[in-house]
């Protein structure tokens, strides 16, 4: 797929691995839809729009499926097309599994999850009309491991691989695409909080010895888009750490 002009909604775009993805996309020279559920800075907007193309703000939470269908709705009253679509956002609520809320566990199920569903199923049908386009789901090396702390973490990240699986085999036929991206440890905001100490077992652990970069996971949503024969696969973005 050629990315100049295509329309590419990257939901959590405000910051982090979704603000990189969208950056990348930009300088392929797509238009690009942000999306977070507060109205996404002016200044990230000013900056993705030096690349010269269209650039716009839709806030929704993606839990919340008539906002997902009111977003998809103004995205195709605006361009008329939608052409990938990055489920980036999501939420972490870590903690052992004895002293889990019931709300915490769900609440991360519903946004990683419920929330990747209601934007696929939303924008799928338009999507089939057009009998071209790809989903890319940001899952993660928790859903492929588990972790101490993590239980609904990784049930949600490992939905979200079962779910690409399934549906890459049903949108297929539609010559649409849909694959899952799993970043192992990626230098972001969450990841400023890890004391030094924990940081480097972190990184003893990695075969490359270093901590990702949010531009490393963007290169493999570029990569996943441009790809016409690549489809309901998770590729990992690691250093190494999940390899078999």
Do not use: W
Not at 12 to 20: F, P, Q, T
Not at 66 to 87: G, P, R, T
Not at 88 to 111: C, H, P, W, Y
Request: glycine share 8%; net charge neutral.
């Amino acid at each position: 797929m050629d990315l100049k002009d295509k329309v590419v909604l990257i939901t959590g775009s405000s910051r982090g691995i979704g603000l990189a993805i969208a950056q990348a996309f930009a300088q392929n020279h797509a238009k690009i839809v942000l999306n977070a559920r507060k109205p996404v800075a002016p200044a990230i907007i000013t900056e993705l729009k030096k690349y010269g193309n269209d650039v716009i703000d839709l806030s929704a939470d993606i839990t919340d499926v008539s906002a997902v269908k009111e977003m998809i709705a103004q995205i195709y009253a605006q361009f008329n097309q939608l052409d990938v679509v990055v489920n980036n956002a999501g939420i972490v609520k870590d903690g052992l599994l004895n002293r889990m809320s019931e709300e915490d566990f769900q609440s991360v199920i519903d946004t990683n999850l419920i929330g990747t569903f209601n934007v696929i199923r939303q924008a799928v049908r338009p999507m089939y009309k057009q009998r071209s386009g790809c989903f890319i789901n940001l899952a993660s090396v928790i859903g492929l491991t588990g972790n101490i702390g993590q239980a609904n973490y990784a049930a949600s990240k490992a939905g979200v691989i079962g779910l690409t699986k399934s549906v890459a085999k049903e949108v297929a036929m539609r010559n649409l695409r849909c694959n899952a991206i799993a970043p192992g440890m990626i230098a972001t905001q969450m990841t400023q909080n890890l004391s030094s100490k924990l940081e480097q077992q972190i990184i003893d652990q990695i075969p490359l010895k270093r901590l990702g970069q949010v531009e490393e996971v963007a290169q493999a949503a570029i990569f996943l888009a441009q790809s016409d024969y690549i489809t309901g696969q998770t590729i990992t973005v690691d250093g190494g750490l999940t390899m078999q």
